[in-house]
């Protein structure tokens, strides 16, 4: 009798269970616009969402006390293979630095001291633009070039513009387009090519399409690139952020599927396999942390950004740590 009774509460408890998974569901379907084709397709998905559940409980565990919080997000109905198939690059070129030049950084400015928090969201001219969404495209390198020009292009008392990353994915023959590229042979095209059209001229469609791209209708352009540190020496990362730009880096951004917030301090790995932009660093209960800006839209991680551990390489961040030089003002 007393087997029944604790077979019986146990069933009970994962009927709950199921009942609060299935509450969550749906209100993660309401809430991003889930719609699924049949009844097959909603199990599925379902499904990997009860899994990605235990996924997020398990990160959430290794995270530990003021680290990064992991949860619900527009990515919950996805395998971790299909959100890298949909979401990072399979093809990442990777720089060769021995093509590339090296960003000097004085001694002097080295040894200057710099402020314990800075954003470059926060600091007139404003040079870093609004977050944007890749879609399901992996064209992230194309995305984290044109940020880039669009920085370093306002911080040269240039007009601001909101670039066209689409013509990157189309134009430039050396990278992959969807299924991934750098943003070193990226800068290379923009050079080339005269620069780039806007978003507006060329706007983004998150597909491979024929290159339509109208040299007449360039409104931002660069002459040159560099490398910021090539030793994974992150205070020349930080010197030159502070007084330089935004900075273009490559990552292994694998384990980012369902962030939410807080500092990233573990769970990251070193294959590169995302570019996003750097805007700021900063420090939180003793912890020295870079803001780095996505392209998964706003409604991810800290309204498109996230917080990672500075001084350790953790995600990559120095791997492939670039700034592009603007051409000549526009006025």
Request: proline share 3%; with cysteine; net charge negative.
């Amino acid at each position: 009798m007393k087997i029944i009774f604790i077979l019986a509460f146990i069933l009970c408890l994962s009927l709950a269970y199921a009942q609060l998974d299935r509450q969550m569901f749906n209100s993660f379907m309401a809430q991003y616009n889930k719609m699924y084709k049949s009844r097959e397709e909603f199990r599925k998905r379902f499904s990997i969402f009860q899994s990605n559940l235990k996924i997020i409980e398990k990160l959430n565990a290794q995270s530990g006390t003021n680290g990064a919080t992991y949860g619900i997000n527009q990515f919950s109905d996805l395998t971790p293979e299909e959100f890298s198939h949909l979401y990072l690059m399979k093809n990442f070129k990777g720089g060769n630095k021995k093509e590339g030049k090296l960003l000097p950084v004085s001694q002097e400015t080295l040894n200057a001291p710099l402020p314990t928090n800075f954003d470059w969201r926060d600091q007139k001219p404003f040079p870093v633009t609004p977050v944007k969404n890749q879609g399901q495209c992996g064209s992230c390198w194309a995305f984290s070039t044109t940020e880039e020009v669009e920085s370093v292009w306002i911080l040269a008392n240039n007009s601001r513009q909101i670039l066209s990353e689409q013509q990157i994915v189309d134009c430039d023959t050396t990278d992959d387009g969807c299924n991934g590229g750098d943003t070193t042979t990226a800068y290379a095209y923009v050079i080339q090519a005269g620069g780039l059209e806007t978003e507006k001229s060329y706007p983004y469609t998150a597909t491979n399409q024929n290159c339509q791209f109208q040299s007449s209708l360039v409104v931002a352009s660069i002459s040159n690139w560099y490398y910021v540190t090539q030793t994974n020496n992150e205070t020349h990362m930080q010197v030159s952020l502070y007084n330089t730009a935004p900075i273009s880096i490559c990552v292994d951004a694998s384990s980012w599927q369902f962030y939410n917030g807080g500092i990233i301090k573990n769970n990251c790995g070193q294959n590169l396999d995302h570019c996003v932009q750097l805007t700021g660093f900063g420090t939180s209960d003793g912890t020295p942390f870079w803001w780095i800006r996505n392209s998964w839209g706003t409604s991810w991680g800290q309204q498109g950004y996230l917080q990672v551990e500075r001084n350790k390489n953790l995600c990559g961040v120095s791997d492939e740590a670039t700034i592009a030089q603007a051409k000549s003002s526009d006025k």
